[in-house]
């Protein structure tokens, strides 16, 4: 069963990819064609609906990371680390969007 800590990181990783498509003036189906995902996919990502990807947050965050550098955007942006299959535990440190950090 999926933690409500993991939706909520689905559901802002899946808007910084939505405004970073908009923001390059990208439509979905731009970027599916870029990424090689489907439309379906790629709404999916963006609503943050991780029960499309079989409650599997590390398979999202791979189709975010690469849909991210298909986009030139770099994929910290997103909040996520570029390799998501690490086996350290999930810690609540990792569902606070970057932009909310506080910065040391």
Known sequence: MTRLVEIRKAKEIGRLVRASRES????VQTLAGLSGYSVNQIVNLENGNIYAFHENLDHFIELAVHSAEKMNVD??????????????PFSIEDSIPVFLQKLA
């Open 24 to 27: 390059q003036h990208l439509s």
């Open 75 to 88: 994929p910290s942006l997103l909040g996520v680390r570029s390799n998501p299959s690490s086996n350290e």
